[in-house]
């Protein structure tokens, strides 16, 4: 990773033997395979480490691929937490709509759901959260056509479809995972800026952090999807999280505002799993060596084992990649890397 001063774990605060203990990890079977690990302090670079693996981009085959710190990976639904960010930028620009309005505001060409008493309970803020209060379903795999994201993708009107879902309950109430959600947040963007999302990120968001190589994937009908398309490299994606746990600045510029990240860090609803959720951020927290009290985690989590960890009273960003698609069940490694070998091996705050 070029332009980031190194640090040995121990300079850093963690374990001085934090590379050996990896290493075990992977020996013993603990650790499955992953694509990339780097591990951030204080702005210097503790932890660096790729493999090679199988890999796929939204589906398609890519082969075993060796990779390194220029090779783009799929970020899948960690995309999500990166459009919330985007989302608060055009808020203080003055772009979108206010957390409080209605929603369906938005999307007036469809007069018969503006003009639905139920529907404009929904705010931008319960779709910011997940809580629309509307069917939505992805616990199907993403090879279903029924998984709702699928259905999204295959109807004739993506926008209707999201909006015109069954009402199941009152807005606010219940957390339900929804990549229509974030369709929506992305649509605001562009409408309100004038620009599409990808542009719209580079503007506001790649471009102050010299991130310069990026591909978002798009749908059949061109819309690029703000739930799941973004491809990073592992070090950009790092700079991300560095930039956010120091509060959005990034070399003395405020790219980010400090009261939006604040605010998406602090819950608004617990998810099914017992975390906490809010503005397409998952926050936590777990014992840590040297801190008197649980330390604050915050998440941005994608398929296949995409993760963006960040513990901002220490500092500390983790990004790991991963070919784990669709496995569910192995997505115990990342938690595992995050929970036992960074935030387990912490000496001193």
Request: hydrophobic fraction near 45%; aromatic fraction near 10%.
């Amino acid at each position: 990773m070029t332009n980031w001063e190194r640090a040995t774990p121990e300079a850093a605060g963690f374990a001085a033997n934090l590379e050996r203990k990896l290493a075990a990890g992977f020996e013993s079977g603990l650790l499955l395979p992953i694509h990339a690990l780097l591990i951030g302090r204080a702005g210097k670079l503790v932890l660096e480490q790729y493999f090679d693996g199988e890999d796929e981009s939204w589906g398609d085959q890519l082969g075993r691929v060796q990779f390194g710190p220029e090779v783009l990976h799929d970020l899948r639904s960690v995309t999500k937490s990166v459009v919330g960010l985007l989302y608060g930028i055009a808020l203080e620009r003055g772009l979108v709509p206010a957390l409080d309005a209605p929603v369906i505001d938005g999307f007036p060409e469809y007069p018969d759901l503006v003009a639905d008493p139920e529907r404009r309970k929904v705010t931008v803020g319960h779709t910011l959260n997940m809580t629309m209060g509307m069917e939505w379903d992805e616990s199907k795999p993403y090879t279903d056509p029924t998984n709702s994201e699928i259905a999204m993708e295959m109807a004739p009107d993506r926008y209707r479809f999201i909006l015109d879902r069954p009402i199941t309950g009152a807005p606010g109430e219940k957390w339900v995972y929804s990549g229509g959600a974030v369709a929506l947040i992305g649509a605001l963007i562009e409408r309100g800026s004038g620009q599409k999302l990808p542009d719209f990120a580079r503007e506001v968001l790649f471009a102050p952090l010299g991130i310069t190589d990026f591909h978002w994937m798009a749908g059949s009908d061109g819309v690029v999807s703000p739930a799941s398309g973004l491809r990073l490299t592992a070090p950009d994606l790092l700079r991300i999280g560095a930039m956010l746990v120091d509060g959005g600045r990034h070399e003395g510029q405020q790219v980010v505002p400090a009261s939006w990240i604040e605010a998406s860090w602090t819950p608004a609803i617990q998810t099914w799993d017992g975390l906490g959720y809010g503005r397409l951020w998952y926050i936590h927290e777990a014992p840590a060596p040297g801190y008197d009290t649980p330390l604050r985690w915050v998440g941005a989590f994608g398929n296949g084992g995409q993760r963006l960890w960040l513990a901002p009273e220490a500092g500390i960003a983790c990004v790991i990649n991963a070919g784990d698609y669709n496995l569910f069940e192995r997505w115990v490694t990342p938690a595992r890397i995050w929970r036992e070998i960074v935030v387990g091996n912490l000496v001193r705050a």
